[in-house]
């Protein structure tokens, strides 16, 4: 038996982003398991055809529509959650959303409904569902969807580079802030590389940019991840497994996220600048 069958093999979880992707897959992974699955989403209808299909296959899930962006639908979900299961083993903190442009292009509305999703829908998720899980008192586990772009910058994604570093320092203090009261919840900081969703072309379309440079890197980074990313699900077991095991640092996939890590500790190291852009375009055959 593996460890995430023994460890997620009942209880409740709750995936915000569930709709769609990386949330849709652990979605259905975790129901698939044996854990009752809360499937949150801003986009209802979508998050609601994912809880159907896993109650089609003979799993558990309930919808919750909300907007992470919004603090008090957050704590209102939390406290529904907590009222009808009593308890939640697994809160991953997956909503999010992508941004092309070079960073004075982008719109200062764009800049703050990102940071509002990636940022402050973690900080509010961890205030709404953290002192519910203190109070039970029963082990459980936070995990935080950062990226490897938490760990590496990269041109004509700004905004959400800088929101993904902010996810992983805020996974390091409550790491370190749960230590100090001695609690049963385990954090973990999840680190996905390409894994197969639409964010890039989702990007383009909710803020599209004139950018000509920005658009040909999003183009390409959409059909390597078509072409070449992990299926949702696949990612998702993979990275439920690391999880359950009781890691803090938990990759989608080991050699890639591995290379990201080693090349981020070498920068700081050696005091050496970001990577030239240039080598990243060239290497997507762009101009």
Same mark, same amino acid.
Request: overall charge negative.
């Given at each position: 038996?593996?460890?995430?069958?023994?460890?997620?093999?009942?209880?409740?979880?709750?995936?915000?982003?569930?709709?769609? &992707?990386?949330?849709? &897959?652990?979605?259905?992974?975790?129901?698939?398991?044996?854990?009752?699955?809360?499937?949150?989403?801003?986009?209802?209808?979508?998050?609601?055809?994912?809880?159907?299909?896993?109650?089609?296959?003979?799993?558990?899930?309930?919808?919750?529509?909300?907007?992470?962006?919004?603090?008090?639908?957050?704590?209102?979900?939390?406290?529904?959650?907590?009222?009808?299961?009593?308890s939640v083993e697994l809160l991953v903190n997956n909503a999010g959303v992508e941004t092309a442009g070079l960073l004075w292009e982008?719109?200062?509305?764009?800049?703050?409904? *990102?940071?509002?999703?990636?940022?402050?829908?973690?900080?509010?998720?961890?205030?709404?569902?953290? %002192?519910?899980?203190?109070?039970?008192?029963?082990?459980?586990?936070?995990?935080? *969807?950062?990226?490897?772009? &938490?760990?590496?910058?990269?041109?004509?994604? &700004?905004?959400?580079?800088?929101?993904?570093?902010?996810?992983?320092?805020?996974?390091?203090?409550?790491?370190?802030?749960?230590? *100090?009261?001695?609690? %049963?919840?385990?954090?973990?900081?999840?680190?996905?590389?390409?894994?197969?969703?639409?964010?890039?072309?989702?990007?383009?379309?909710?803020?599209?940019?004139?950018?000509?440079?920005?658009?040909?890197?999003?183009?390409?980074?959409?059909?390597?991840?078509?072409?070449?990313?992990?299926?949702?699900?696949?990612?998702?077991?993979?990275?439920?497994?690391?999880?359950?095991?009781?890691?803090?640092?938990?990759?989608?996939?080991?050699?890639?996220?591995?290379?990201?890590?080693?090349?981020?500790?070498?920068?700081?190291?050696?005091?050496?600048? %970001?990577?030239? %852009?240039?080598?990243?375009?060239?290497?997507?055959?762009?101009?």
């Amino acid at each position: 038996m593996s460890h995430a069958e023994r460890r997620f093999g009942t209880g409740t979880a709750v995936v915000t982003g569930a709709g769609a &992707g990386i949330g849709a &897959g652990f979605a259905r992974h975790l129901a698939r398991l044996g854990m009752t699955v809360v499937v949150a989403d801003i986009d209802e209808a979508r998050a609601s055809l994912v809880a159907e299909d896993i109650r089609t296959a003979g799993g558990r899930a309930d919808v919750h529509g909300v907007d992470v962006a919004d603090a008090d639908a957050v704590k209102r979900m939390a406290d529904n959650v907590f009222d009808r299961h009593g308890s939640v083993e697994l809160l991953v903190n997956n909503a999010g959303v992508e941004t092309a442009g070079l960073l004075w292009e982008v719109s200062g509305a764009r800049w703050r409904r *990102l940071m509002e999703i990636n940022v402050d829908g973690v900080f509010y998720c961890l205030r709404a569902f953290v %002192p519910l899980m203190l109070k039970v008192g029963k082990p459980a586990c936070v995990a935080n *969807l950062s990226s490897v772009g &938490g760990i590496n910058s990269a041109a004509v994604q &700004g905004p959400y580079i800088v929101s993904k570093f902010a996810v992983l320092a805020m996974t390091e203090s409550l790491h370190q802030d749960l230590s *100090l009261v001695d609690s %049963p919840i385990q954090v973990s900081a999840v680190v996905p590389h390409s894994i197969r969703s639409e964010i890039f072309r989702a990007a383009q379309r909710d803020a599209p940019t004139t950018n000509v440079t920005a658009n040909a890197v999003f183009d390409a980074m959409q059909q390597a991840n078509v072409e070449s990313g992990l299926d949702p699900l696949d990612a998702a077991e993979h990275m439920t497994e690391a999880i359950a095991r009781g890691d803090f640092w938990v990759f989608s996939d080991d050699d890639a996220c591995r290379q990201f890590t080693d090349r981020r500790a070498a920068q700081l190291r050696d005091l050496l600048p %970001p990577a030239d %852009p240039r080598t990243m375009l060239t290497r997507m055959g762009i101009s």
